[in-house]
């Protein structure tokens, strides 16, 4: 009895030392995975940011020591960056005749930024004595000038200018919040440090050249990306994406798999169009899981027969295409959102795909894709780029293409009839809406058509289908 107790009581000491131990395991990668996630949410040297200046200019730039960049009309050194958190709120102020980026706290950057609203009681002061002429301004363009040489914060600025205004008291509630509003954009200067993500890179384009992300909005990239069933899944092994010229949706599509399939993206000419997968902070996993091919080695390849009438016009597009690429290249390096968009990556070599290797052999294979997603451009049909690409897409996988005219996506539809099932055609569709206390209303301008998808699943051909039912007979005759 004593010795068995004895080891009993051994057991439960080696019982719990062993827990203590995993325990403290447990902790400790517990601890370095917390570790992993601050240095990567941190802004380093090297990393590509997005600011946003009051809700409204955006800017992508690479962080650099000693680098000045502009935002509005404000030149800034970005030193005080590195280091900080991404998401935070900074205040541009000037000291010493420099403006530095001055971080605020949670409850400070609310008020600024005008997230909590109150509602306001009701009050019988209306506006019909109101004159708009700047003779209600005591205060000059020449007293501001000085205040601000002199450091004082825009709140200041902003309450000297409302008890210097004799009509201030005299308007209503709702003119007030507006009119302090005005003068905030107008002498408040807050930055938004923002990851360089698809939504904010779509944003970024969207409030300046629109035209080349191919009128893609939020809403309408993420029904394309949803109904072409683009996921980071075991059995999703391959994505073709047939792009616009920013790339914008390849990013997306790079950005939702994170390296752990393929994606190939198909071009009518030479080089590929990765500008907003630059932009993004990606590892090298990522980067190799990324290929390039032109449309025309799939001619080449003989995948799709040379008799039809659309393949024949895709040649000859494609040699327009190749002939003014050099200065499409010209072109687009020329018209970039900023000058820092040149900083790309130096070590990034995108892989191409070349007809009679092995990689096209394995790759673009009849029956070899999981998700096809097609961006309408202004060189090809969107028929023509499904005739060259649907064969590539395995039955029972889906595709969306996404166009700004609905009479191409009709066509799309008719000629898919036969060879797809829940063919749909839908348009993007948005309407914003301002949420304030008695005042909700939509916007009075906004972007509210995107464009059209067209979304189906590909099945088996009922000629292939019957082929196989005989082979099958014949072999179970035998």
């Given amino acids: 009895w ?25 902790e400790i ?59 935070t709120v900074f205040e541009l102020i000037k000291q010493n005749k420099k403006t530095k980026f ?70 209503t509630k709702f003119s007030q919040q507006k009119w302090i509003k005005k003068k905030k954009k107008k002498h408040q200067c807050i930055v938004k440090v923002l990851p360089v993500n698809t939504a904010n890179i779509l944003r970024v384009y969207f409030s300046k050249r629109i035209e080349s992300i191919g009128y893609f ?52 000419n030479k080089s590929p169009s990765f500008k907003a997968v630059n932009l993004m902070n990606l590892e090298k996993k990522t980067f190799d899981s990324m290929y390039h091919c032109e449309l025309k080695n799939l001619i080449i390849q ?19 295409v190749e002939n003014n690429n050099n200065n499409n290249n010209n072109n687009n390096n020329n018209n970039n959102i900023n000058e820092n968009d040149k900083l790309t990556r130096k070590n990034f070599n995108l892989q191409k795909i070349q007809p009679n290797s092995e990689e096209f052999k394995s790759f673009l294979q009849p029956n070899s894709t999981d998700s096809l997603l097609i961006a309408a451009t202004n060189f090809i049909t969107p028929k023509s780029i499904l005739e060259l690409t649907l064969p590539l897409l395995k039955p029972g996988r889906s595709f969306a293409i996404f166009s700004q005219a609905l009479e191409l996506l009709i066509e799309c539809q008719n000629w898919l009839n036969n ?46 289908n019957s082929d196989n039912q005989t082979k099958a007979k014949r072999t179970k005759i035998k």
């Fill in 302 to 320: 003989d995948i799709i027969n040379d008799d039809n009438e659309n393949i024949k016009e895709t040649k000859n597009i494609t040699e327009k």
């Fill in 102 to 171: 001055i971080a605020l706290p949670l409850e400070e950057a609310r008020k600024k930024l005008n997230l909590d609203y109150q509602e306001e009681s009701l009050d019988i002061a209306d506006n019909r004595n109101l004159v708009d002429n700047s003779k209600a301004q005591k205060l000059s363009a020449d007293d501001i000038i000085k205040m601000k040489e002199e450091g004082i914060g825009a709140d200041q600025i902003i309450e000297a200018l409302a008890t210097n205004s004799t009509s201030f008291n005299s308007k």
């Fill in 217 to 268: 909005r939020m809403d309408s990239l993420s029904q394309v990306l949803s109904l072409s069933n683009v996921c980071a899944q075991s059995w999703h092994k391959q994505t073709i994406v047939v792009d616009c010229d920013a790339g914008i949706l390849t990013a997306a599509v790079v950005e939702r798999v994170g390296g752990f399939s393929r994606v190939i993206q198909l071009t009518a």
């Fill in 419 to 464: 060879d797809c099932i829940e063919l749909i055609l839908r348009e993007s569709w948005l309407r914003e809406y301002q949420v304030l206390p008695k005042r909700t209303h939509p916007h009075v301008k906004m972007h509210g058509a995107s464009g059209y998808i067209l979304s189906g699943i590909k099945i088996i051909d009922s000629k292939e």
């Fill in 29 to 87: 990668e517990i601890e370095k995975e917390k570790e992993e996630l601050n240095s990567s949410l941190l802004i380093k040297e090297g990393m590509n940011v997005v600011l946003e200046l009051n809700d409204s200019i955006f800017s992508i730039i690479r962080i650099k020591r000693g680098l000045v960049t502009r935002l509005g009309k404000n030149y800034c050194i970005v030193d005080d960056l590195i280091g900080q958190s991404l998401n």
């Fill in 2 to 26: 004593y010795q068995r107790r004895v080891r009993e009581s051994m057991a439960e000491i080696i019982i719990k030392k062993e827990a203590n131990e995993l325990k403290n395991e447990i």
